[in-house]
């Protein structure tokens, strides 16, 4: 079979994740099987419209990259080029459409294929230039697992792995000094982290953006299990959590430009230990996790993970097979349009995320994780 393509470029964008080393060596190791060139583009989008781009070497800069953290090409989470923000000479801004500008580096690289590794927001940027002629295949990474269309993102197993070890370590010193001990950890506007790690972790109380919580009804399993000879409760809670009749806990709001998720939460576990303290009495303290859970190196199930998705996506662009989202569901690799990830977010240049027009993966409530979750008798805050 001729190969479809013959030179290639990569770009990670959105957060750093474990894994996306993996997957580039994945892609640049599948190419040179098949003759295949591979460049990767600096810090992602911002690297595409600065035609910024460095080839990928197998004997040098692509060498050793399984078990590397981070991403060796850099990325960025604040630059869509569909609606980016640029400075005018009497020092004002206006948004500009750049996105011709890309399309142009992008043929006069001759580069034949993109490949976009990221988030939910990457791949509808992804899909955005779809439209405009460039040939994209989309790699889901981020350590939300919220990504339309795929059971698991690469970096994921990893962040779950890093925030148990974290209730782990947490669970020793509440029951050591009778304590409430909360757990805050990413996941955005999706409960898969806090919920599968707080499973793995035996956590008393789970608090994730699918279900509103109820703060009395965390009150009565503290209770509960003080009855029960108990003095500690082991509590997770996803960054996007709310209470009923409440919103998220919102850190910061940055002014990034249109067209992003300018939105940093954080702070809810915090909020929760306070309030859990004046209400029960007892000690309540709150651990952040924070970067830690994407840092790092990937466990063996990213490592493998990340190299099928690697894989498959060369072997797509190998047979033509463009503007698609490598997808891994019921423990098979697949390809989804990237057209059917975007949703009904139609719009160039739109944001991705907590919009209604988002088409981002959250956790069902007829889910495995929430029947073993009530079955265990495990607190979800309703």
């Not at 580096?105 to 230039?129: E, H, P, V, W």
Request: proline share 3%.
């Amino acid at each position: 079979m001729e190969p479809k393509v013959k030179k290639i470029a990569i770009l990670t964008n959105g957060g750093d994740a474990p894994g996306l080393n993996a997957v580039i060596r994945a892609i640049v190791k599948t190419g040179r099987t098949y003759g295949v060139e591979s460049y990767g583009y600096i810090e992602g989008y911002k690297g595409l419209l600065n035609n910024n781009y460095v080839k990928l070497d197998l004997q040098s800069n692509a060498s050793g990259l399984l078990t590397k953290g981070g991403t060796i090409i850099g990325t960025s989470n604040n630059t869509n080029v569909f609606h980016y923000k640029v400075e005018k000479p009497d020092g004002t801004f206006e948004y500009q459409d750049l996105s011709d500008k890309c399309v142009q580096n992008i043929k006069d690289a001759g580069f034949d294929c993109i490949f976009t590794l990221g988030g939910d927001g990457t791949q509808k940027s992804s899909r955005d230039f779809s439209l405009k002629g460039v040939k994209t295949i989309g790699v889901p990474k981020t350590i939300d697992n919220d990504v339309a269309h795929t059971d698991m993102t690469f970096g994921y197993s990893t962040a779950v792995s890093i925030a148990t070890e974290a209730l782990d370590r947490l669970h020793t010193t509440a029951e050591s000094h009778h304590r409430i001990m909360v757990l805050e950890v990413m996941g955005r506007y999706a409960g898969w982290l806090a919920l599968e790690s707080a499973i793995a972790g035996g956590a008393d109380v789970a608090l994730i953006p699918e279900i509103p919580y109820d703060i009395n009804k965390v009150v009565e399993k503290i209770e509960e299990r003080r009855n029960r000879g108990k003095e500690f409760t082991i509590i997770v809670a996803s960054e996007g959590a709310m209470p009923k009749d409440g919103t998220m806990t919102i850190k910061k709001t940055y002014n990034d430009g249109s067209g992003l998720d300018n939105v940093r939460l954080g702070g809810i576990g915090e909020k929760l230990a306070n309030e859990l303290e004046e209400l029960t009495g007892m000690v309540a303290r709150n651990t952040t996790l924070g970067y830690v859970q994407r840092g790092g190196t990937p466990c063996a199930y990213d490592r493998v993970l990340s190299t099928r998705y690697g894989t498959r996506a060369m072997e797509l662009a190998l047979q033509g097979i463009f503007n698609v989202l490598v997808t891994f569901k019921d423990g098979k690799m697949g390809y989804v349009p990237i057209e059917e990830v975007v949703g009904e977010n139609k719009v160039i240049g739109a944001a991705s995320g907590n919009t209604k027009e988002s088409n981002i993966r959250k956790v069902p409530m007829d889910h495995d994780f929430i029947r073993i979750a009530r079955d265990l008798g495990m607190c979800l805050g309703d």
